[in-house]
């Protein structure tokens, strides 16, 4: 019986344990990369089931884009809007450099026209975009939470399969991260506020208000501009994208 005890005990301090410090053996290493850093590092080190994930979060993307305007495949214009979805919330100037440099990367592929851009291409030029590889690991797997469940709430379309999902939370999970403990609202307003960052808002002045008054008379700590614990560690995290762009 003492030992049954003993056991349980050890797993509910293991697991507290965990949620309030990520896996740092090699965490550190993979998302200490500043968006200032001049040398873009490889995402997803040691992380090889990431690397599926984010390519099919960017083909639902992908097809998503091109079903909204009846085409089977994407257009530069279609590509060109997906790309500001897909970045880190950065200044409008920055992010027209980079979705410039991107897109002209996918057009010197001759089989690529202004009409239709091949699926595997565009894939590829996202998933190895400088914005992600500078934001880092941590910053581009929140991004695509964060996203995901942002589309599913606003519009009831999934991006991820249930697969994806629960191992992309559980990621997230283990290294501490906060973004999988915010509420539906907050993840709308965290969107909106880098949607709006970005130039491109998703809702009008009076429902970002309201929203934002919502979250204040509730507690959240997402208006409040306050740093998540990891970026207190000083790692590069969405959110502090956020608050930097603020």
């Known amino acids: 019986m003492n030992c049954l005890w003993l056991s349980f005990l050890f797993f509910q301090m293991s697991q507290a344990w965990t949620m309030f410090y990520p896996r740092t053996s090699s965490f550190l290493s993979k998302t200490a990369v500043k968006s200032s850093s001049s040398v873009e590092a490889e995402l997803f080190v040691d992380e090889n089931e990431m690397v599926p994930i984010a390519e099919n979060y960017v083909r639902a993307k992908y097809k998503s884009m091109a079903q909204s305007h009846g085409k089977l495949a994407c257009t530069n214009e279609g590509a060109g809007q997906i790309l500001r979805s897909l970045l880190p919330p950065v200044t409008p100037a920055e992010l027209n450099t980079e979705v410039s440099k991107t897109l002209a990367t996918i057009m010197a592929n001759p089989k690529n026209s202004d009409d239709t851009i091949e699926e595997d291409d565009f894939v590829k030029a996202i998933v190895n975009n400088s914005y992600w590889k500078a934001a880092g690991s941590l910053v581009v797997k929140e991004l695509i ?102």
């Open 145 to 246: 939470y964060f996203d995901a469940l942002h589309t599913y709430y606003r519009a009831g379309t999934p991006l991820l399969n249930n697969s994806d999902y629960e191992t992309l939370r559980d990621n997230l999970t283990g290294e501490g991260s906060v973004v999988v403990n915010m509420k539906a609202k907050e993840t709308i307003f965290v969107m909106a506020v880098a949607s709006s960052r970005r130039g491109d808002p998703v809702m009008d002045d009076l429902q970002y208000t309201t929203l934002k008054r919502e979250l204040k008379a509730q507690g959240s700590w997402v208006t409040a501009r306050s740093q998540d614990t990891l970026e207190k560690l000083g790692l590069n995290t969405f959110m502090g994208y956020l608050h930097r762009a603020l």
